[in-house]
């Protein structure tokens, strides 16, 4: 079983890569090529700057020869790949050309695969919630008598503390108000000192 489940990850990976060529071969192509110039023209550029330091040093007359041969490799490089762009092309176009039938059937062979499986997967579903049903019967009494200690217990924790919820409110209020007789004076102290500036 797991061999066929890697055979048909493989034939599907295969089958969209090989989709994901032929939607984008030429472009894929330019996008490497660009790339690699811009690489190139990048090392030419570092190149030259670790040469300008050879100015006024015994290796000067060699910088001149290395400008040149990068120089010219970069143009080698241009050259080539234009050159070589239609051949690519030709080539990626055959492949795909080649390997058009190869999709088509292993897609086929997926499609088939796959309505085979249906009823498979339709009695694994069917196993499956057989026993997820079971375990639930026999969890359920546990899980109802788990429930209703908790809320013996929640019902046991409010009646204790009623009274002491209780007591707390009623000193609260008797706070405030103590607390709002000291503020009294403070607050008119404080006007009248405003009112005299």
């Known amino acids: 079983m797991k061999f066929v489940a890697l055979a048909l990850t493989i034939l599907l990976a295969v089958g969209s890569q090989a989709h994901f060529l032929q939607a984008d071969a030429p472009s894929q192509l330019e996008h490497y090529k660009a790339a690699a110039l811009v690489y190139l023209t990048q090392v030419k550029e570092q190149a030259q700057k670790a040469l300008d330091n050879l100015d006024g040093t015994d290796y000067e007359q060699y910088k001149v020869q290395l400008s040149e041969s990068l120089t ?99 000193n609260f209020e008797t706070n405030l108000e103590e607390t709002k007789s000291k503020l009294v004076p403070m607050g008119t102290h404080c006007a009248s000192v405003w009112l005299h500036l």
Do not use: W
Request: hydrophobic letters at 30%; glycine letters at 2%.
């Open 72 to 170: 010219k490799l970069q143009d080698y490089a241009q050259s080539t790949s234009q050159t070589l762009t239609p051949y690519a092309e030709t080539i990626s176009n055959q492949f795909l050309e080649n390997t058009n039938q190869l999709r088509e059937r292993v897609m086929t062979d997926i499609e088939g695969l796959r309505s085979k499986m249906e009823p498979h997967r339709a009695e694994l579903y069917g196993v499956l919630q057989k026993h997820f049903d079971e375990y639930r019967e026999k969890l359920e009494p546990f899980l109802q008598e788990y429930a209703n200690l908790n809320r013996e217990n929640a019902d046991q924790l409010r009646a204790k503390l009623q009274p002491l919820l209780e007591e707390m409110r009623q």
